[in-house]
Nanobody, 122 residues
Framework: QVQLVESGGGLVQAGGSLRLSCATSGRTFGSLAVGWFRQALGKEREFVAGIRWTGTTYYADSVKGRFTISRDNAKPTVYLQMNSLKSEDTAVYYC????????????????WGQGTQVTVSS
């Protein structure tokens, strides 16, 4: 079993920045691929960013150039740095992990955190 805990959400003005954290436990961190997903009120859950255990990163087109995913194997924690935030980024953000390769699909991840709320004001 892998446990994931998200933190760092909150209220921010449009154009501002936030950094989300995903703390992991229960398994060797270096063996996990991690993805960030988000779900806005009344909408489907969507992929945001991912990082494989090899370090390869990939992003949704809507956040490319604004968001950056990274990992610190010593903590062990995965981060999502969010810059130039827009009102459309308002959602609950979830951290997910897999012992497999990782993908842009929620079905590719076995373990999920509880989520953290991000609200961007106009």
């Amino acid at each position: 079993q892998v446990q994931l805990v998200e933190s760092g959400g909150g209220l921010v003005q449009a154009g501002g920045s936030l950094r989300l954290s995903c703390a992991t436990s229960g398994r060797t961190f270096g063996s996990l691929a991690v993805g960030w997903f988000r779900q806005a009120l009344g909408k489907e859950r969507e992929f945001v960013a991912g990082i494989r255990w090899t370090g390869t990163t990939y992003y949704a087109d809507s956040v490319k150039g604004r968001f950056t995913i990274s990992r610190d194997n010593a903590k062990p924690t995965v981060y999502l740095q969010m810059n130039s935030l827009k009102s459309e980024d308002t959602a609950v953000y979830y951290c997910a992990a897999t012992i497999r390769a990782g993908s842009t699909f929620a079905t590719g991840y076995e373990f999920w955190g509880q989520g953290t709320q991000v609200t961007v004001s106009s």
